[in-house]
């Protein structure tokens, strides 16, 4: 089946003009009429169901969650980019658009890139009329910052929990519609099974969490905004309950998974204690705007940072990458923190991790202060008073959060940080109008594979999310309900419903059944492992063959010995787990075949053996230039496709920050 | 920082579901690290409950960062416990030393019913926000950000507001189970914002009749809400919405607040 990407004819700015003006529209009266469900309530479910609820559709959401306003979503920190140039700094919708198809390294598609950048700045109107309180200067308006792999102010924060604000936003808007009978919300429900009637999308069976019953709902259309899987590493900053469940079933029943290899690791993250660690918890990007980097130059250094003379220090990004310095984007910072590490330089007790160093900027700060204040000769003790206070204004919740973990005061000490996987840029193919390859099955967000190529941009993750649910599903969407408004709703005692529910059904007393010796956890413990070891932060053909075969056996033992207590019909979170582990085992393999199969590197992906002579990745266009989009043909069987990518604006060249 | 290890001695609320009865389970673990979070240590103890063939303990986590709100431990008496602005899964412990015993109950009150062991049903706290906890505006309908200026003030006492995680420890660690912290917050982050003002009246009096309905008591003005909340939201938002649902109510303008 050749991949039809649906890309609109004519220029690249007017593509997303000439769709909007010319796609099927649905009437009020039939929007009535046609049902949508929605999975996932983060930013891409809450805003697309709020959105549709207010255009008349009857919408359904699920969220595994307690509350829709749980969604992981709201533990992003740092901001949301925009190209308003509001700092009147030389931005516009072509250099948003084009940092971002740079960042995600020429393997993301022009056109849904552009329409990104272009409805990017009403998305910050929108959220501001809703209340969302962002950072303000003292005129009133709007304040901006710095994030990697730019050189222009463009995005938009609320402290260090833009995420939470965005997010709460949109969850009111969700619940206003719920309050006025337009959305039905169910909490505590999982997507377990997508229905197919006639080739098409037609609803799911989903599990009630709290009573363990299978339940089935129809829809003529089904969203799926069930975010990433980078809880396939086990360790990752996504919540514990973060999963691909979702889009793994619908993998399953025929939509491809486009790049599934492209996982973004961030540098800087609060490193591993010990193995009780659960998850990993980053330290905003934004830090890395006031924050220096160093390891220092003598391998093995035990002396405690403070005791380090700063011409004893390796301030390796400022070193390597003269141009952006500490804001080069995440893959290069993560990459040049291994490479440090690995060569011997890193520091705290595991070796593994390097300093995030403020004291630069609390003197720098500082100084300012005092000068405003009219004191042009502050003693030491006074710039720091007056920096720390600055310090603590833009990141102190980031402060608090580091000290609550590790027990020490970062105004005091340099933090220490290390890369962790945090967002996975593969996920389910789509089309431009963010159908996957089932018609009528659509996925909005980190779901989808679409707009960030092999590298995310900073910032960039709740832009996505609340374009594609505020300003594209709206009208794509349409498009496609306009030819169904004589499908009448199917009874979910349609045979398809049945078949699907028994295939739940059937999976769950199976796994059950198996009444081994091992747990859930630790079966997940030993993926992560084998996952972060050879399809990590660096990657080759040896180590990926081997996992591969690592996850074959580990997933025919899980199937074997694994030991889920309790019953299927009660409240059972070790059950729910087990699901999701099993759809890790399977989705591991695949990542481990695309980046077998992908022999280049290109942002977050790093094949060992294509590097340049400075070891920057080093891409293979005349071979790569393409989305790998898999298609699911029964066990351990995947069927790859390929969308080339047509840069039509864009020159390939090797990314340069130097 | 030293790290050290300890053994501990758990007493823990355990609940079959919402229809039964629950009784408190004494449970000990061994080598727990001072590094763990709060979290952590009941993965090791439900890790160990399942390798004996036992249930594990149900209790609500999800981002394990202190902002999703999900996790709801009252531990030794005080919700989400002993730690000032902190959530449970941000409890460490290092917090504990060997030998200790720690008491842990689900949240407590009538509207919050218990699931599962530590899990309750915080679905009342949705319904408060369906009442009116939201500005009335379409997506597509928003002028540009920039056209009406707020006073950096005001926009900072209202994101102080809107930093509720919606947990529900106001309610927990309340004796009457109030939850006007949290539904004060939410009306003080809109009523605060230009955007939120054509609808501040309505909002008060709708969230406050729905509160009341799902069966939260009344406030008294103890002050335990504001003591264990997490985020530090603060007493003075349940002031402002007095004058607001008091103005509304008698038809007065009510202030600017």
């Known amino acids: 089946m050749p991949l039809n990407s649906k890309i609109p004819q004519g220029e690249l700015s007017q593509k997303w003009t000439s769709y909007k003006s010319t796609c099927k529209l649905v009437n009020p009266a039939n929007k009535r009429q046609l049902e949508?469900?929605?999975?996932?309530?983060?930013?891409?479910?809450?805003?697309?169901a709020a959105s549709l609820g207010e255009m008349g559709y009857k919408v359904k959401t699920f969220c595994f969650q307690d509350s829709p306003r749980r969604a992981h979503s709201i533990a992003a920190q740092g901001g949301i980019n925009a190209a308003k140039n509001y700092q009147n700094d030389g931005d516009s919708t072509y250099r948003l658009f084009y940092d971002t198809v740079k960042g995600g390294d020429y393997r993301s598609r022009e056109a849904n890139v552009y329409r990104l950048a272009e409805v990017s700045a009403n998305i910050i109107d929108q959220c501001v009329a809703q209340g969302v309180p962002f950072a303000r200067e003292y005129g009133g308006l709007l304040s901006n910052r710095s994030f990697g792999g730019v050189q222009?102010?463009?995005?938009?924060?609320?402290?260090?929990?833009?995420?939470?604000?965005l997010l709460i936003g949109a969850y009111q808007a969700l619940e206003r519609q719920v309050?006025?009978?337009?959305?039905?919300?169910?909490?505590?429900?999982?997507?377990?099974?997508?229905?197919?009637?006639?080739?098409?999308?037609?609803?799911?069976?989903?599990r009630n969490l709290v009573t363990g019953e299978l339940e089935r709902h129809f829809g003529h259309a089904v969203l799926l905004c069930s975010g990433g899987y980078g809880n396939v590493f086990y360790l990752s900053t996504n919540a514990m309950g973060s999963n691909v469940t979702?889009?793994?079933?619908?993998?399953?029943?025929?939509?491809?998974?486009?790049?599934?290899?492209?996982?973004?690791i961030h540098p800087t993250c609060i490193p591993v204690s010990g193995d009780h660690q659960s998850k990993l918890t980053l330290m905003s990007e934004s830090l890395r705007n006031d924050g220096r980097i160093w390891v220092p130059k003598k391998q093995g250094d035990t002396r405690k940072p403070n005791e380090i003379p700063v011409e004893e220090r390796d301030y390796y990004l400022e070193r390597r990458y003269p141009a952006f310095g500490n804001l080069v984007p995440r893959d290069v910072a993560s990459r040049a923190a291994k490479e440090r590490c690995d060569a011997g330089y890193g520091v705290g007790s595991s070796r593994q991790a390097v300093y995030l160093d403020f004291a630069s900027a609390i003197e720098r700060y500082g100084k300012i202060e005092a000068g405003k204040h009219g004191n042009h000769n502050p003693d030491a003790e006074t710039v720091r008073q007056l920096g720390e206070e600055v310090v603590k204004e833009k990141y102190g919740n980031l402060f608090e959060m580091y000290e609550k973990i590790t027990g020490e005061d970062p105004y005091k000490v340099p933090m220490r940080i290390y890369p962790a996987v945090h967002y996975t840029m593969g996920g389910l193919w789509v089309d431009y109008e963010l159908m996957t390859t089932v018609p009528g099955l659509y996925a909005l967000g980190e779901a989808n594979f679409s707009d960030h190529g092999a590298n995310r941009l900073g910032a960039s993750a709740l832009m996505q999310g609340l374009a594609d649910g505020y300003f594209v599903i709206p009208y794509t969407l349409g498009n496609y309900l306009a030819d169904d408004i004589r499908t009448k709703p199917i009874p979910t005692t349609h045979e398809a419903f049945e078949a699907a529910e028994k295939n739940v059904r059937n999976r769950i007393e199976t796994m059950m059944n198996i009444k081994g010796s091992e747990s859930v956890e630790s079966f997940h413990k030993r993926l992560g492992k084998i996952m972060w070891d050879k399809c990590g932060m660096a990657r080759n053909a040896k180590g990926l063959a081997e996992a591969i075969e690592e996850i074959k056996a580990l997933r025919k033992e899980f199937w074997t010995n694994v030991r889920i207590p309790g019953e299927i019909k009660e409240y059972n979170p070790e059950l729910d787990k087990a699901g999701r582990v099993a759809d890790f085992l399977e989705l591991g393999e695949l990542m481990c075949k695309d980046a077998l199969y992908r022999s280049e590197s290109c942002g977050g992906h790093f094949r060992e053996e294509s590097q340049t002579e400075e070891g920057e990745a080093l891409r293979k266009d005349d071979e790569f230039t393409l989305v790998a989009a898999w298609e699911y043909k029964g066990d351990s069987n995947f069927e790859l496709h390929k969308e080339n990518l047509t840069y039509e604006v864009m020159h390939l060249t090797q990314r340069s920050y130097k | 920082m030293e790290h050290y290890s300890m053994n501990l001695?758990?007493?823990?609320?355990?609940?079959?579901?919402?229809?039964?009865?629950?009784?408190f389970?004494?449970?000990?673990v061994k080598n727990i690290s001072s590094e763990m979070s709060f979290l952590e240590m009941f993965d090791v103890l439900n890790e160990q409950l399942i390798a004996e063939g036992k249930e594990p303990i149900a209790f609500d986590h999800d981002c394990r960062e202190g902002i999703c709100g999900m996790c709801s431990m009252y531990i030794n008496g005080r919700a989400h416990g002993p730690w000032h602005h902190t959530t449970t899964c941000q409890l460490h412990m290092r917090e504990y030393k060997d030998g200790d015993t720690i008491v842990v109950e689900p949240w407590r009150a009538n509207a919050f019913p218990v699931i599962k062991d530590l899990v309750v049903d915080r679905q009342a706290f949705d319904r408060i926000i369906q009442a009116g906890g939201y500005i009335s505006a379409n997506t597509g309908n928003a002028v540009d950000a920039n056209s009406i200026p707020i006073e950096k003030h005001k926009a900072d006492e209202a994101f102080a507001a809107a930093a509720c995680i919606g947990c529900g420890a106001c309610v927990a660690a309340c004796p009457n189970a109030s939850a006007m912290l949290f539904?004060?917050?939410?009306?003080?982050?809109?009523?605060?914002?230009?955007q939120g003002d054509p609808e501040r009246k309505i909002r008060a009096v709708n969230?406050?009749?729905?509160?009341?309905?799902?069966?939260f008591g009344s406030c008294s003005n103890i002050g335990l809400c504001e003591a264990s909340c997490p985020k530090g939201i603060s007493l003075e938002n349940i002031a402002r919405l007095n004058r607001e649902y008091l103005g509304a109510v008698f038809g007065e303008g009510g202030d600017n607040a």
């Open chain 1, 36 to 48: 949508v469900i929605v999975i996932g309530t983060g930013l891409a479910g809450a805003s697309a």
């Open chain 1, 179 to 206: 309050a006025l009978g337009n959305v039905t919300q169910y909490s505590r429900h999982e997507m377990l099974e997508v229905v197919i009637i006639d080739g098409k999308a037609r609803g799911v069976i989903v």
């Open chain 2, 9 to 23: 001695t758990l007493k823990v609320w355990k609940q079959k579901n919402t229809q039964s009865k629950g009784h």
């Open chain 1, 246 to 264: 979702a889009a793994w079933k619908a993998h399953k029943s025929g939509a491809f998974f486009g790049n599934p290899c492209f996982t973004q």
């Open chain 2, 207 to 215: 969230m406050v009749e729905q509160m009341d309905k799902e069966g």
């Open chain 2, 183 to 194: 539904l004060s917050a939410k009306a003080s982050h809109l009523s605060l914002l230009p």
């Open chain 1, 152 to 165: 222009v102010q463009r995005t938009f924060y609320a402290a260090g929990q833009t995420g939470q604000q």
């Open chain 2, 25 to 28: 389970e004494t449970f000990q």
